[in-house]
């Protein structure tokens, strides 16, 4: 008998609708529910391709003596971490001040009015590794309600307290100068992994944001070091296990410092920030590498995540059946000696060698995953295309991962962003229309007509959930893109909208700090704000560089000065926590440089507008904006009095209210807007 999520459209609460337990999702009702029959919640907080969340499901929710239990002793709550991310940072934030640790499935225990008491991760079903088993934490959590509850009570109002009293008070007067970005680069040299790439040791994760900030400040001052940076790393990323030397795109994290065993998870968001920020790094140095990188993450992203209404789906999961019935993690994608045998024949060996598969693996079981080994030889470039194909297309009769089908806002304006601009760098005027469909569904599905945005939808139906601040920020990001690369203004009009809401739901108007959540948003036990970037852009950051480049476009000064108030965080965070500002570095970075707007006039169709705009387009300069359309057009205010130059498509390069003289000639554009060297 399906419980009450059965009607829900997140597919991990419909992972858990034939559960025995008898879920509720996130609701008033729900908290109601609790204090009429007086007992706790049960607050479970997972996301789709979670594997040890499949694994407790697996164990605890599954298990009919676990789930009678938590029924009669408990309200239960499921919520997907994607879909309510105000929720999970709420309750994240309590977990990780209590235990000093966090992460998924996330188990809390909450009174009727919200407030937490007893925190965890995942408990296993019998005690191990110094856990205790999920029962024993029940029948705990059960005893204290019933016989200590003023104890209990107490416990959770002082949590709630302690929680208030984390206000972050970031407004600063004055933007990050050259000092902070100075100190934030030398921060990140210190934390640089010179030997393999990336920051930090093992897990490691992609650092897509940090690498958009050192592409943008080796752009403005010329550091090599900054470069050197990024581009190792990119390497590295791209030889790795990390990476899918098939199928293209890349997996959450890899679990070892050398970037060899990855978390097997695909999520769309990741792979938007990596595409991008790969054709970012081919602008600045005509790396092959990275140029074949973006295109790949490209083309997964379209083949595997883009859903029948042209949206992207959230995530592949990490398992998958390994021809045995068995779900493992990875299955999909490591190889055997054998296994590369039986698809390759004689081309084995030298398979093997390329992908760097050996006897004893580099997985589990003697499996490998496969890599780029640096070496010595050449290789026939032919041959190992198609060695390629031929294993992509054996892979492709094993059982697949699972796909979270879900649409959410934020992550697929980080994928439009990404799909334009590849797109137009690479002469792929399909990928170009891949991001139009998706920036379609957004205004189309997600969008009402106040234009407030949903957070998520599914096979075309909308959900429930309001969006926060990073969907605001990240789909005005995207639409931008989509305004520079097409011309087209009603992009950049949509992206206002968006950012006025952010300046009026978002914004607290005395500080200019910002919150994840609206004004009007659901009441929770505090209202959530996060400056620093996790696996995306914090909205925070992500609103700062979305509305700096509005104001560039419009030339709109409430949205000038909300970006630069905003960007005060980073003037407090930039020098001592460099790796988890990554965004804002970035939009800092564009801000010192101006940003440059530039405006290219000409017939759509002549050849040397079509140059100009895909010089102006190739810039390197930080955050630099870009126009094109006609001589009297008015879909871009940056096109407004721009005048051809005795009858030739021409460009205009403006800056901090000074405009150079226009030239028609390609070469002075490029030396204008900071040609890196890409051809």
Known sequence: M???????TSPYLLQHADNPVDWWPWSAEAFDEARKRNVPVLLSVGYSSCHWCHVMAHESFEDEATAAYLNEHFVSVKVDREERPDVDAVYMEAVQAATGQGGWPMTVFLTADAEPFYFGTYFPPTPRHGMPAFRQVLEGVHSAWTERRGEVTEVAEKIVRDLAGRELSYGDAS??????LAGALLGLTREYDAQYGGFGGAPKFPSSMVIEFLLRHHARTGSEGALQMAADTGERMARGGIYDQLG????????????????FEKMLYDNALLCRVYAHLWRSTGSDLARRVALETADFMVRELRTNEGGFASALDADSDDGNGKHVEGAYYVWTPEQFGEVLGADAELAADYFGVTEEGTFEEGASVLQLPQHEGVFDAEKIDGIRGRLLAARAERPAPGRDDKVVAAWNGLAVAALAETGAYFERPDLVEAAIGAADLLVRLHMDDRARL??????????SNAGVLEDYADVAE??????????EGVWLEFAGFLLDHVLVQFTDAESGALYDTAADAERLIRRPQD??????????????????????????????????????????????????????????????????????????????????HRAALLGTAPGAVVAVGTADSDELPLLADRPLVNGE?????????????????VQ?????VGAGNAV
């Open 454 to 463: 949903a957070r998520t939808s599914k096979d075309g139906q909308v959900g």
């Open 2 to 8: 399906p419980n009450r999520l059965a009607h829900e």
């Open 649 to 665: 498509p021409s460009a205009y390069v403006c800056r901090n209210f000074t405009c150079d003289a226009p030239t028609s000639d």
């Open 668 to 672: 002075r554009l490029r030396e204008a």
């Open 478 to 487: 995207g639409f931008l893109a989509l305004a520079g690369v097409t011309g």
């Open 248 to 263: 293209g795109g890349f997996a959450r994290y890899s679990v070892d410092r050398e970037w060899v065993v990855p978390h």
């Open 531 to 612: 400056p620093t970037d996790n696996a995306t852009p914090s909205g925070w950051n992500a609103a700062a560089g979305a509305l700096l480049s509005y104001a560039a476009q419009t030339g709109a000064e409430p949205h000038r000065t909300a970006a630069e108030r905003a960007l005060g965080v980073v003037k407090a965070l930039g020098p001592r926590v460099p790796r988890f500002v990554g965004w804002g570095l970035a939009a800092a970075e564009a801000l010192l440089d101006g940003p440059r707007e530039i405006a290219v006039v000409g017939p759509t169709e002549h050849p040397a507008t079509r140059e100009l």
């Open 175 to 180: 933007v990050p100068g050259e000092e902070e």
